[in-house]
């Protein structure tokens, strides 16, 4: 990108496909976007650019908003992987009660980072850190260099599982961060409070909501949670007041119609994870209720130490499983769906502009329309057989496409993913931060516990009786 004394830096791509994910989701052929700073200028074919503008040739991509994930415990990418077979039963053991203590400044700084340079990798501009690993005021500042580092758009979600949220909230090391936070806040780096509600009828969480509303800080919470967290929160913080357009409820899996009714009512909005509730057993995903009450919904990855963080992954993970209920629902009485109701169309935008609308960040992010921030994706692979034919722009970005066909990223005007290549990105740095974090963990847990927390043992299986199964099996057979 070229930038000269008295003139504003300037991109143009050329006669791709457009997803604008504008009200009326248009699809634009043969279009070109051209940024002016940090804004979408003009949409348009052939259109006239400044001089020194960028070309990205994008014919025969898909130009579409960059995606949004509102709901990433970002700190823990430094254990990709590990927890691949777990349930949500051994990660809160791991995490919650025995290893997550372990993890430094440090530590959160390089699970942050390489999060964060996954993130941008994958087209995913804008990601919400749920980071509730923030055990001191000097974790959250590593968390915050680490982002700020990386040239993505970042929400800080403020959190700390090693104390209850009404403690941490009110201390005064929160507040002075909370403050100087909100103080130095820019465009790139936003501010919530993220904490769970028990369903304790005390209500002892009512202090940390006090203290997000004194702040006018968004409260992000693990709700309807198997197990762990039910209506009871929900109904507990509303009576209290405490709900609002603002709202972001994780999971919503396992609740009542009660519940939803209280969020449809308030305005607050759902972040679907669905390929985390299907594995670690939140709940059922609940995009088919959500659907029926006009709740909105946003998507996103919950965690690297299961799940790899790009949202193609949960577009078409959340197609399946809301299409795979709506068939059982119907065989179980007898019925046959003919007609899929949740479309292709619909995932993408939650991906996209839903999550503008969670962030509040509606009017300006979320979409390819004139005047809002160039946050933007190139989809395009020329070396890849399944480029092409490009018949349904939503369905191929929903079910096709992968993060390897991230061709060029820009965030606030700014490419940062250029021809598959991360930009200006020091990749050898994040692994060296990620394996002292690993060796770190590694050792202080000793080798024994490394190797039982990864591999949590398989309950035995019982074998069902099989009825064709004989022991004179050649004497039944007939003609023998
Ligand atoms: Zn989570």
Redesign the pocket.
Known sequence: MTQSPGSQRSAVFRGGTVLTVDAAHRVLPATDVLVVGDRIAEIGPSLQVPEGAQEIDASGGVVMPGMIDT?R?MWQTAMRGYGADWTLTQYFVWYYLESGKHFRPEDVHAGNLLAALEALDAGVTTCVD?SHGLQTVGHAEAAVDSLQSVPGRFVLAYGNIQQAPWEWASSPDFRAFARRRLDDADDLLGFQMAFDVTGDPAFPERGAYEVARELGVPVTT?AGVWGATNDDGIRLAHEAGFLDETSIF??AATLSADSYHRIAATGGSVSV?TE?EQSAGQGYPPTWALRAHRIPVSLSM??SVWWSGDLFSAMRATLGADRAREHLQAHAEGETVTHCALRAEQVVEWATRGGARALGRESDLGSVEVGKKADLVLIKNENSPVSFPLLNPHGHVAFQAQRGDVHTVLVNGRVVKHEHRLLDVDLAAARREVDATVEHLRSTLGVEAWEKGMSPKVPETALLENPYTYSDYGGAMPGR
Request: hydrophobic letters at 20%.
């Open positions: 709901h415990h749920w693990h994780v999971h994870s985390s919950d965690t």
